[in-house]
């Protein structure tokens, strides 16, 4: 057997269960790209995690304020701004060498974060990680919008989101014991940065999307590739301003209306419900494994019903969800709402980035990718700040998450203006421009 034949032999993607399983199964080359680029996201959920997570034992290391947590996160996102010109990059260079220099960058930076002296330190080391992180999950999500075949793009992205965030579980894990680590918090910064080192390495296997392949054979040369690109980012706003603004707008109310209160989730455990660290990763190992399987599901669902009304469904849940879990009531089992609510959150995030990165060419998709990133993280930074004003005047976290939490219903309605790439090549929902 010739070594094409074997690469688009399909195999049954075993390591997951029956259930959750791609529908027809996967190639050889698909499957190995997903494994080399979904193993990763999964530990850079972990090390987005760890902050939220440990927030009260960094607070209390680098004397940073209460009203000043929020904010601490916003100054961490400027990252997104160098994130974006990796990213934007990569439609010059390609997704497999940019791949290559991001994990390693995030690893770096990971380690890094763990001697952080002040808290100055502990920001501009968070800044670099995120930087490179950032980065990594735009290209991941591009990569397999272009290497999968279009009848399970939805599950290939709600797989990938789900991995991402299966790492946040696996951080929960290490946090319960960070009362017995040797140098707390620290130490889940270096278990971290260990993985990615390792992932870094592996990832010399993973090969170049066919579809960037192609469009490189017309531009051979670095200074007809920039061209081309600002060209095509030109031409994006004046073929595609309809699809641009509505990605734009959905990722921005998204960002601005969950973000606050997918942040500050367990440190409101901690601190109004009394949650323990290893009574909070009691509540997320099972929670969130049930939220990553129904995630799974959801983006298998949305390549049957459509990618707008499974995102919407999400927005509702979420939104939901998070306004139950922070009401400021103390019920039995109010504690449980987290899990639906982290549920549509995972289901809406994902299937964002899945429509960024399917409804535009692959001339300027990571650029998009990157654009619609940023726009979410700059407006979750701005939410984050606000938090921290309306923490003041209510004294509560919970009440401040909420009042921002009502931007949801704008990324909803956005999202319905969109057109529906359920089951459509590439190709088919957008044209791909020629070349000379």
Known sequence: MSQDADEDRIVKVSWLPPGLRPPGGMSVRQERVFLLVGVAMLFAGYDMNVFGLAAPQIQASLGIPEDKLSLTLSFIRIATLGALVLAWSADL????????????????????????????QFVWCQIVTRMFGYAEEMLCYVVIAEEV?????????????????????????????????????????????????????????????????????????????????????????HEYPGRLTGILIAAAAFGFAVWPAEFLWPKYLQSEFGFKPYQTTLLIIPGGLLAVAFNILAGRLSDRIGRRITAVAGCTISMLGFGAFYSGLHLPYLPLTWIPAFMGFLIADALIAG??????????????????????????????????????????????????????????????????????????????????
């Open 149 to 237: 075949a279009a009848a399970a793009r939805g599950w290939s992205t709600g797989t990938l989101a789900a991995m991402n965030y299966l790492g946040g579980g696996v951080a929960s894990l290490a946090f319960a014991a960070v009362t017995l680590l040797p140098y707390g918090w620290r130490s889940l910064y270096i278990i971290g940065s260990l993985p990615l080192f390792l992932i870094a390495y592996m990832r010399q296997r993973l090969p170049e999307t066919q579809r960037f392949e192609l469009r490189e054979q017309h531009l051979t040369k670095l200074s007809s590739r920039i061209a081309a690109v600002v060209e095509q980012t030109r031409l994006l706003a």
């Open 93 to 120: 260079v390609g997704r497999r060498r940019l791949l290559l220099i991001t994990i390693f960058g995030q690893a770096l930076g990971t380690l890094a974060t763990a001697f952080a002296q002040d808290y100055s």
């Open 355 to 436: 429509l960024s990165a399917e409804l535009v060419p692959t001339a300027y998709r990571a650029t998009v990718s990157g654009l619609r990133y940023l726009t979410a993280i700059l407006a979750g930074a701005v939410s984050l700040a606000l938090e921290g004003l309306l923490y003041n005047v209510f004294h509560t976290h919970g009440l401040a998450v909420l009042v921002l939490m009502g931007a949801m219903p704008i990324a909803m309605i956005a999202l319905l203006t969109l057109p529906e790439p359920a089951g459509l090549s590439l190709e088919q929902i957008s044209e791909e421009p020629g070349y000379a």
